[in-house]
């Protein structure tokens, strides 16, 4: 009798080049590791300076914020419009040496910067000019397809305009690596934040998820109005401009109208009937921004009232570790699933990485009150590692692998 063993396809990076979400996705989730084992390290040796780990040039938490807003977290972003851009205009997919700078210039800038960490000082600058040619080279991909489509697909603007201003905040941290004032730094740690990710995490929720849960949940109604986009995005801005010029207290202006709008985005937009569990996590993602904004609104009032930020980063990292990272697990898993030839299900590796990063949220957020929160910055750095890794070898080996369906992409 034939017992012929079907063996799983041969791993081969040069599957990587196939689609922009490929090349970009396994370079994010790869950068995810390094910058958490190098922050998690450092981190530690702070808490227990025995382990005398080496000490970059530039401040440790700077690099870090860097490092997530301008590396590890735009090559998701990437990968992600880079595919759907040719999509939400009706335009044909982008060819391959359109995109493949893209992924050499961000991963290499992670790589170069990563190095520089640890004692090779021309990293730090070789890192940022890679980063800087990537970047650009998907400004000059993204941007002609906005004036070559029939209409206007506000989305993408939005999303092209955030990158702009991710150009900008590049510019202002190699002012600050060459010399200048370290307020370039600050400035440019403030405009990835509320400049670049936010708007468009923002975007992207505003266009896919009513869409996503009006096509699986029986009578929901998509409601995504454009005014709500223009909003949302002259808040970001507002608190942006706030902060850029040290009117701290006056943050509350753009925090407590941001709070009661992403908690109406919640209640609006969340799927009352039977879901499945991809668009389950999608939405409690979601939930993670009132929560935020919650801290962030009573953290601008106690500051207007003390002049004290009793929270300290806490409501940055419900936003960063919350919000971003939660939605970055479900939208990644949901793209890989589907472009994958799968079933757009949760594996139990996505599962696994989901609830551990609301449990890691909970302890970044929490330990800013502990009396040791040294002790929980390690242990929720290391908690981001142990929730992420089984994920990121899981999605790995799935971009090194051909489709399940035998299609091609």
């Not at 791993?11 to 196939?18: D, G, I, Y």
């Not at 205009?89 to 520089?116: I, K, S």
């Amino acid at each position: 009798m034939d017992q012929t063993v079907h063996s799983a396809p041969p791993l081969t990076p040069r599957l990587l080049a196939h689609t922009p979400h490929r090349l970009m996705f396994f370079i994010g989730a790869s950068n995810l590791l390094l910058a958490m084992a190098w922050w998690a390290a450092w981190l530690a040796s702070s808490r227990w300076p025995g382990l005398q780990w080496p000490g970059p040039s530039q401040p440790a938490g700077w690099l870090h914020a860097f490092i997530m807003q301008y590396q590890m977290l735009p090559s998701f972003v990437f990968g992600f419009l880079l595919t759907v851009f040719p999509r939400w205009m009706g335009l044909p997919e982008l060819e391959r040496w359109r995109y493949l700078p893209v992924g050499l210039g961000v991963f290499g800038g992670q790589v170069a910067t990563l190095l520089g960490l640890f004692g090779w000082e021309a990293g730090i600058v070789v890192g940022l000019l890679m980063t800087l040619a990537g970047w650009i080279a998907a400004l000059a991909t993204l941007g002609p397809l906005l004036w070559r489509e029939k209409g206007r697909t506000w989305h993408a603007r939005a999303c092209f305009a955030a990158l702009c201003m991710g150009l900008l905040g590049l510019l202002e941290w190699a002012a600050y690596v060459f010399g200048a004032s370290p307020l370039w730094a600050f400035a440019s740690i403030k405009v990835g934040s509320f400049g670049v990710l936010l708007p468009i995490y923002l975007a992207v929720a505003h266009r896919m998820f009513p869409f996503f849960a009006g096509n699986v949940v029986p009578g929901y109604t998509p409601w995504r109005p454009l005014w709500l986009l223009g909003l949302a995005m002259a808040l970001c801005l507002l608190h942006l401009s706030l902060e850029l010029v040290h009117a701290y207290s006056w943050l509350w202006l753009a925090d407590v109208p941001l709070f009661a709008l992403t908690l109406a985005l919640c209640w609006r937009w969340w799927p009352r009937g039977r879901k499945p569990a991809l668009l389950t996590v999608l939405f409690i993602g979601l939930a993670w921004l009132p929560i935020a904004f919650a801290l962030y609104a009573g953290q601008s009032i106690a500051y207007l009232l003390t002049g004290v930020f009793w929270l300290g980063r806490a409501p940055a990292h419900a936003l960063f570790v919350g919000f971003f990272g939660s939605v970055l697990v479900a939208m990644v898993t949901r793209v890989t699933q589907g472009h994958s030839g799968r079933a757009l299900v949760m594996p139990g590796a996505a599962w696994f990485a989901f609830i551990a990063i609301q449990i890691v949220t909970l302890m970044r957020v929490i330990g800013e009150a502990a009396s040791d929160p040294l002790l929980w910055y390690v242990v929720s750095a290391a908690g981001w590692l142990v929730a992420l890794a089984p994920w990121v070898t899981r999605i790995g080996r799935i971009y090194l692998s051909p489709r399940a369906d035998g299609k091609a992409g």
